[in-house]
């Protein structure tokens, strides 16, 4: 009799499962769900999967009546008790979903692991704002701040002909601001420069491998000495300042804050600050020694002090 109840207990489960699982199925991926949410119009996906669909319309993926705004889906509480039946119930399904969904956020190559997003130059120590708003990179943004690192790689977009660029910045992100539509205010900070040695995609954006470009050892050099070359940039900077309008002052000091007194952070400082080109600014990046930068910088001071640049112009581009 036991045993005649045993197998009927199972005979039932087995029942329930199949009646069941139907009903807990994401009408987005086909798949159990995960972390469900439920909609103001009744429906339930996938968190991952309602996120990524709201990314490319504000619209219900089943009956496109218009859902709230991005942000208050973003960190929506899941349907607990759906949830809870689908653990109870469907315990190794649930396991087995999670452990797929994890690997299908893995690149194919797992050598490859830094998102990187083409946009604009960036240097070490310096703020940059961004405004992220193509699903992708929505996207990208998402798993950086789930994941835990809260930094992805930046590099300017390449030139025509060019299928990427070579050096880059690693970005450390410091606050978020998710906007109704979907978009994200983010404020950043520069880390370390890198330079990329393999690369590949992930759900529509590049990842590749990376290797962080070190800085040198500080030895005695021959003039002129590394004051010197920081005095040509305060000069220069004093300058601009006397002959820009008093806005734009007030606004490269927001953006940038004061020039900074060491010889590392002044250079790329000096490389945002200057009215050049953004391509010419990138040839710091490759170089280690702030004094071979801090040159740089200077013979791009004397040639446009050379051809009366404050003259012919009445603002600096920032």
Same mark, same amino acid.
């Given at each position: ?15 329930? +499962? ?19 949410? $439920? ?54 399904? =649930? ?54 690192? =809260? ?13 990427? +660029? ?11 601001? &998710? ?12 880390? *370390? ?11 529509? =954006? $590049? ?15 021959? &003039? ?7 005095? $040509? ?22 953006? *940038? ?14 490389? &945002? ?5 953004? *391509? ?11 004094? &071979?930068?801090?040159?740089?910088? +200077? ?16 603002? +600096?581009?920032?």
């Amino acid at each position: 009799m036991a045993v005649s109840d045993s197998e009927e207990s199972k005979k039932r489960r087995e029942e329930l +499962v199949e009646a069941l699982l139907p009903e807990v199925m994401c009408e987005i991926c086909y798949s159990l769900f995960y972390d469900p949410v $439920t909609t103001m119009c009744q429906h339930t996906f996938c968190s991952t999967c309602l996120l990524r669909s709201l990314d490319h319309s504000p619209l219900c993926p089943l009956c496109r009546q218009d859902l709230p705004g991005f942000a208050f889906y973003h960190e929506h509480p899941s349907s607990r008790v759906l949830l809870d039946i689908i653990k109870m119930v469907l315990p190794s399904q =649930y396991i087995a979903r999670k452990t797929s969904l994890a690997k299908d956020e893995l690149p194919a190559d797992h050598n490859l692991t830094v998102p990187i997003f083409p946009c604009a130059l960036a240097f070490p120590g310096m703020p940059i704002s961004l405004n992220i708003y193509e699903p992708r990179y929505r996207l990208m943004l998402r798993r950086c701040l789930s994941s835990g690192t =809260y930094e992805f790689g930046m590099t300017m977009h390449p030139r025509p002909g060019e299928p990427f +660029v070579l050096y880059g910045t690693m970005l450390r992100v410091t606050s978020v601001r &998710l906007l109704s539509d979907g978009r994200s205010a983010v404020e950043t900070r520069g880390q *370390y420069r890198f330079k990329i040695l393999d690369t590949g995609w992930l759900d529509g =954006y $590049t990842i590749a491998r990376i290797e962080r470009t070190p800085s040198p050892m500080i030895t005695l050099m021959p &003039l002129p000495t590394n004051e010197e070359l920081m005095a $040509t940039c305060h000069a220069f900077i004093d300058k601009m300042r006397a002959r820009v309008a008093p806005w734009v002052i007030q606004r490269m000091d927001q953006m *940038y804050g004061l020039p900074p007194s060491e010889p590392a952070s002044l250079s790329f400082w000096m490389a &945002l600050v200057l009215p050049i080109d953004d *391509y010419d600014k990138a040839k710091l990046l490759p170089l280690r020694s702030p004094r &071979l930068r801090l040159r740089l910088i +200077v013979h791009w001071i004397e040639a446009m002090d050379n051809h009366h640049w404050w003259q012919s112009s009445g603002c +600096v581009v920032m």
